[in-house]
C-alpha cells in the first residue's frame, strides 16, 4: 500500500519550458515534504521541501506546491534546463517520522 | 568536504556469504539511516539510528543487522546473503529528525548470485 505515489515514471520536456512533476499522497498525518533529485550512480540530493502549514515554497528556479485537500503536491520547474535531467523523488513524514518516498519520476530535458 | 562514505561501491556475493556495508560521515550528525533501492522502486527504510548506541527498525529490517558504536559510523550487516537482497543500498545522515533534510551516499551496488 503505497503512502506516496508518482504517478508518472517519466516526463519529458523541452529546454526553456516549465516542468511540472507531481506528487499524491494517502497519509493524512504527513505534515512535512520533501523533493529528492538523483543523477544515475549517484545518491539522492535534496532540493525543496514543504511543511504542512504553508501551500508554497520556492527557491530560484524550483516551487513547490501543496494541496492539502486533495493531498497533492507538485514541483514545478522554470525554465527547465538539460542539467535538470535525473529523476525525482517525492518523500513525505509525520512529525519525528521516518521518510516514505515514491517510485520517482524520471526528468528529461530536451536542448 | 565528503560528507557521507559509502564502500564498496559494487560487490558480488555468493548466496549465504555475509559482509558488511560500511558507512562513515563527517558532518556530526545525529541521525543516521540505511535504505534499499529495488529498480522502478522507491528507497525504503531498512533502519536508522538517532544517536551513537541506538539503532531501531525500519520498514523492511528482516536479514540484516547494524550498529553505531560511534556517531561517525553505521555499518549495515548482511549475514547469510539471500538473492532478494540484491540492491542498491544508500546510506544517509541527518542532524535532526525528519523535517531535516537528509545527505545521501553515492549507494552500494549489491548482487548475490
Known amino acids: 500500500d503505497q503512502q506516496v505515489k508518482q504517478n508518472s515514471p517519466s516526463l519529458s520536456v523541452q529546454e526553456g519550458r516549465i516542468s511540472i512533476l507531481n506528487c499524491d499522497y494517502t497519509n493524512s498525518m504527513f505534515d512535512y515534504f520533501l523533493w529528492y533529485k538523483k543523477y544515475p550512480a549517484e545518491g539522492p540530493t535534496f532540493l525543496i521541501s514543504i511543511s504542512s502549514i504553508k501551500d508554497k515554497n520556492e527557491d530560484g528556479r524550483f516551487t513547490v506546491f501543496l494541496n492539502k485537500s486533495a493531498k497533492h503536491l507538485s514541483l514545478h520547474i522554470v525554465p527547465s534546463q538539460p542539467g535538470d535531467s535525473a529523476v525525482y523523488f517525492c518523500?513525505?513524514?509525520?512529525?519525528?517520522?521516518?521518510?516514505?518516498f515514491g517510485k520517482g519520476t524520471k526528468l528529461s530535458v530536451k536542448p | 568536504n565528503a560528507g557521507v562514505t559509502q564502500t564498496p561501491k559494487f560487490r558480488i556475493l555468493k548466496i549465504g556469504q555475509s559482509m558488511t556495508l560500511q558507512c562513515t560521515q563527517d558532518m556530526n550528525h545525529n541521525y543516521m539511516y540505511w535504505y534499499r533501492q529495488d529498480p522502478g522502486m522507491g528507497l525504503k527504510l531498512i533502519y536508522y539510528s538517532v544517536g551513537a548506541g541506538i539503532t531501531d527498525k525500519g520498514e523492511v529490517p528482516n536479514g540484516y543487522n547494524v550498529s553505531r558504536s560511534t556517531t561517525e559510523d553505521f555499518p549495515l550487516r548482511l549475514e547469510l546473503a539471500a538473492p532478494s537482497q540484491t540492491s542498491v543500498y544508500f546510506c544517509?545522515?541527518?542532524?535532526?529528525?525528519?523535517?531535516?533534510?537528509?545527505?545521501f551516499g553515492d549507494g552500494t551496488r549489491l548482487s548475490i548470485l
Open positions: 518523500a513525505a513524514s509525520e512529525l519525528r517520522g521516518n521518510l516514505i
Open positions: 544517509a545522515s541527518s542532524y535532526g529528525a525528519s523535517n531535516q533534510p537528509q545527505h
